[in-house]
């Protein structure tokens, strides 16, 4: 479903006036420039990175060696881009096959034994589903330009993808995710490149890759850019427990990332999420991220009565470790899911949060220097 550009200027006047905020240039300046088309997105790069081998012909190991090389390539013509040195229709179209090709067949032989969140359950998920309910196919619930999101990416092409490798008692999206992953439209890799084109040509500002959770389905969304025809920024938005080599498959396709950074307590990750070693994978992830100095935007969902030992850990991490994040301090939390049915079990985040642990979570925000309130 598409919008009128009037509608969403009319709805979401800030996220015109975002742009005049000169932070917000600045820290998503890449973004902004694909955004606008001054610049390729990097999947349009990585098809222009042409490997000598074919993919199909190699193990997992030769895969990865090819990919390594190929990416270094990759990122010396990205930077030269980014600064002006290079323009893109200098880089001649490969004769057989490019990156994209090898992080495709990557995530392909990955899923044979799937490794591509920090479960790592090893599941054969051609032959059965893993921990985040998927088998080897993929499925779209919904996808729409939304207008509820942070004010720089609206109208955003959001494209919500079901199963999730969480459990979150107080999941908003619990019916994608955990109830009935399966129901949604099967879509192969074609079929998710006409999505994304449709998208952006009815409007939209960025393709938004959402769940659920997008990672159990990374094998088919990085398959779809091979057909993607069209300039897009390509938006990661997730509760970010992806593998280390999850995160390389992505690093050369994102152009800006959306990431949940929920807990600052593995207690806390375990007891609402079942997601064990929250604290480091997510912030080895973010930290990733901060050395790639790509374009991002951390939300981070403010849960009654977790002040202290989630929101301000997590809020003084960042202005530690990814100075350059904008930061989404999120009043949205309300018990949803399992809270809502069985309040007596989770008693501590049975409500809403109080205006005045929002308030506490704002000033805090304020005395590191985050950057929040333009997409707060």
């Given at each position: 479903?598409?919008?009128?550009?009037w509608?969403?200027r009319?709805?979401?006047?800030?996220a015109?006036?975002v742009?005049?905020?000169?932070e917000?240039?600045?820290r998503l300046?890449w973004y902004?420039?694909?955004?606008?088309?001054?610049k390729?997105?990097?999947?349009m790069?990585?098809?222009?990175?042409?490997?000598?081998?074919?993919?199909?012909?190699?193990?997992?190991?030769?895969?990865?060696?090819?990919?390594?090389?190929?990416?270094?390539?990759?990122?010396?013509?990205f930077?030269?881009i980014r600064?002006?040195k290079?323009?893109?229709e200098?880089?001649?179209?490969?004769?057989?096959?490019?990156?994209?090709?090898?992080?495709?067949?990557i995530?392909w032989?990955?899923?044979r034994s799937?490794?591509?969140c920090?479960?790592?359950?090893?599941?054969?998920?051609?032959?059965?589903?893993g921990?985040?309910q998927?088998d080897?196919r993929v499925?779209?619930?919904?996808w729409f330009?939304?207008?509820?999101?942070?004010?720089?990416?609206?109208p955003s092409?959001?494209?919500f993808?079901?199963g999730?490798?969480?459990?979150?008692?107080?999941?908003q999206n619990?019916?994608?995710?955990?109830?009935?992953?399966?129901?949604?439209?099967?879509?192969?890799?074609?079929?998710?490149?006409?999505?994304?084109?449709?998208?952006?040509?009815?409007?939209?500002?960025?393709i938004?890759?959402?769940g659920?959770d997008?990672?159990?389905?990374?094998h088919?969304?990085?398959?779809s850019l091979?057909?993607?025809?069209?300039?897009?920024?390509?938006l990661?938005?997730?509760?970010?427990?992806?593998?280390?080599?999850?995160?390389?498959?992505?690093r050369?396709?994102?152009?800006?990332?959306?990431?949940?950074?929920?807990?600052g307590?593995?207690?806390?990750a375990?007891?609402?999420s079942?997601?064990?070693?929250?604290w480091?994978?997510v912030?080895?992830?973010?930290?990733?991220?901060?050395?790639?100095?790509?374009?991002?935007i951390?939300r981070?969902?403010?849960?009654?009565?977790?002040?202290?030992?989630?929101?301000?850990p997590?809020?003084?991490?960042?202005?530690e470790?990814?100075?350059?994040?904008l930061?989404?301090v999120?009043?949205?939390?309300?018990?949803?899911h399992?809270?809502?049915?069985?309040?007596?079990?989770?008693?501590?985040?049975?409500?809403?949060?109080?205006?005045?642990?929002?308030?506490?979570?704002?000033e805090?925000?304020?005395k590191l220097g985050?950057v929040?309130?333009p997409?707060?």
């Amino acid at each position: 479903m598409s919008v009128p550009s009037w509608y969403w200027r009319l709805v979401r006047p800030d996220a015109i006036s975002v742009w005049e905020d000169e932070e917000v240039r600045r820290r998503l300046k890449w973004y902004y420039e694909v955004m606008v088309d001054a610049k390729p997105a990097k999947f349009m790069i990585a098809k222009r990175i042409e490997v000598y081998e074919d993919p199909g012909k190699l193990d997992l190991e030769g895969l990865w060696s090819l990919h390594e090389e190929a990416s270094k390539r990759f990122w010396d013509v990205f930077e030269k881009i980014r600064s002006d040195k290079m323009r893109f229709e200098e880089l001649p179209l490969p004769d057989k096959w490019n990156l994209l090709h090898v992080k495709s067949r990557i995530a392909w032989e990955t899923i044979r034994s799937c490794q591509l969140c920090e479960r790592r359950c090893r599941i054969n998920r051609y032959e059965r589903k893993g921990v985040c309910q998927l088998d080897y196919r993929v499925y779209v619930h919904s996808w729409f330009h939304h207008l509820g999101e942070e004010a720089p990416l609206v109208p955003s092409g959001t494209i919500f993808y079901g199963g999730c490798n969480f459990r979150c008692v107080f999941c908003q999206n619990y019916d994608i995710s955990q109830v009935t992953p399966r129901e949604g439209i099967l879509v192969d890799a074609r079929k998710l490149a006409l999505i994304q084109k449709e998208l952006r040509e009815t409007g939209a500002r960025n393709i938004n890759h959402v769940g659920g959770d997008p990672t159990p389905s990374l094998h088919v969304i990085l398959e779809s850019l091979l057909y993607l025809d069209v300039n897009v920024p390509q938006l990661w938005n997730s509760n970010m427990y992806l593998t280390v080599e999850s995160m390389k498959l992505l690093r050369d396709v994102i152009d800006i990332w959306l990431p949940d950074f929920k807990y600052g307590s593995n207690k806390c990750a375990i007891r609402l999420s079942a997601a064990p070693r929250y604290w480091e994978v997510v912030t080895r992830n973010l930290k990733m991220i901060a050395e790639w100095k790509d374009p991002v935007i951390i939300r981070h969902l403010v849960l009654p009565n977790h002040l202290e030992c989630c929101t301000k850990p997590v809020l003084k991490w960042i202005a530690e470790n990814i100075p350059h994040a904008l930061v989404n301090v999120m009043e949205q939390y309300r018990p949803e899911h399992l809270v809502a049915k069985y309040p007596e079990k989770w008693p501590d985040i049975s409500r809403r949060p109080r205006w005045r642990e929002m308030q506490e979570a704002y000033e805090y925000a304020e005395k590191l220097g985050l950057v929040y309130k333009p997409v707060s």
